[in-house]
């Protein structure tokens, strides 16, 4: 494996978990009735075209080598992804249970068939009485078009020359305008009437994150303070008190996240930034996916006692806090033993180029 190849992109795991961070402060502060950084939801969407940059430059010669198979890929992906989700999931169907016994509101077949999609990780139109698609867990809804991104790579995209790549790219930055036009924004696959629209909103980000992947140069390297300068900028735009538009939402697509991948992939020095951004990588997907049966739970105590503004102040920091420390103790105390089981159970059927995260992943 060469230098390059063993590139861990630091800055860019700094990125992922403060944006992980906006998404949970986004969730949190809507539960609190205050809706007015819009433009945070968007950095779902700079995941989808960091995942495209990190997943080329993790798997794309390994595929068009031939040492990596189309199934070992989607296997490495799942084993990745899986059992935090399953794990978010299954909160989630619990409570509905929950709500089965204590409110009567919802049936225990309802809950089960809604319950087997969710584990699918597949919408669900069970209960029409609620907006969402993804009843047990609303983050999961990503995880459907993060492997649909992820199946199309590996079976076309990775084979095809970057002119050809451009040219895809090109006709995915049209269909997310005419969506942002169209829908008046881009936030779609979330629910049930907008989630045939998360098709067009994942195709863009994650194809260009692979093209900014095949365009960057060999060796980048940014000093230390200007990795800091970068890494306390790179939150600002999302927090614009803009009312929201729907083409406001394309800079952010087509300029924004580009250059910051582009810029923040380049290696850093020194040691403390280096750390921060590895533990805010490292926790930035157990933040994201479970999230949401955290914050249902604390919606219901919500519910049941009302607080004053300073209460709710109060109640939505310890609200964040409380998702971290979860998700820390779910990262190291399930996440991270059941991968190991399942990355050995692998090796038992598939060569050894054919399993294991890449250093990009952040794992």
Avoid at 76 to 97: E, H, K, Q, T, W
Avoid at 199 to 225: D, E, N, S
Avoid at 250 to 276: E, K, N, Q
Avoid at 350 to 359: D, I, M, V, Y
């Amino acid at each position: 494996m060469t230098s390059v190849q063993r590139h861990r992109f630091t800055l860019l795991d700094g990125f992922r978990g403060t944006a992980s961070a906006i998404v949970l402060l986004f969730h949190v502060l809507q539960h609190l009735g205050y809706n007015g950084i819009p433009y945070t939801s968007l950095a779902v969407d700079f995941f989808f075209m960091l995942s495209g940059f990190v997943i080329s430059f993790a798997y794309e010669d390994r595929l068009r080598a031939g040492d990596m198979s189309f199934r070992g890929f989607m296997r490495v992906r799942l084993v990745r992804l899986y059992p935090l989700a399953f794990l978010g999931i299954s909160a989630g169907i619990a409570l509905g249970f929950l709500a089965v016994v204590m409110k009567g509101d919802v049936s225990a077949v309802d809950v089960t068939k809604a319950g087997i999609l969710g584990l699918l990780l597949l919408p669900s139109y069970v209960f029409p009485q609620w907006s969402t698609a993804y009843p047990f867990n609303m983050a999961s809804w990503s995880l459907t078009f993060e492997l649909f991104t992820n199946v199309v790579f590996a079976a076309i995209i990775f084979r095809i020359s970057l002119r050809k790549l451009a040219v895809c790219v090109g006709v995915f930055a049209i269909g997310l305008v005419i969506l942002a036009v169209v829908h008046h924004g881009i936030d779609s696959g979330y629910d049930q009437d907008n989630f045939f629209g998360g098709f067009v909103r994942v195709l863009f980000p994650f194809f260009a994150g692979v093209m900014l992947c095949r365009i960057r140069p060999a060796t980048q390297r940014v000093m230390p303070k200007q990795a800091w300068v970068m890494a306390l900028l790179f939150p600002l735009p999302l927090f614009l008190p803009l009312g929201y538009h729907g083409l406001i939402c394309l800079p952010y697509l087509f300029v924004f996240f580009p250059v910051w991948i582009y810029v923040g992939s380049a290696r850093i020095g020194g040691t403390a930034l280096m750390r921060i951004c590895k533990f805010l990588g490292a926790m930035s997907y157990p933040v994201f996916i479970l999230q949401d049966p955290i914050l249902r739970l604390g919606e219901e105590f919500q519910r049941r006692h009302h607080l004053s503004l300073k209460g709710d102040i109060v109640f939505g920091l310890v609200m964040y806090l409380s998702v971290y420390g979860i998700a820390y103790a779910a990262r190291r105390l399930y996440d991270q033993p059941v991968r190991a089981w399942l990355r050995r159970r692998l090796t038992l059927t598939s060569t050894p180029t054919t399993h294991g995260p890449a250093l990009a992943t952040g794992d």
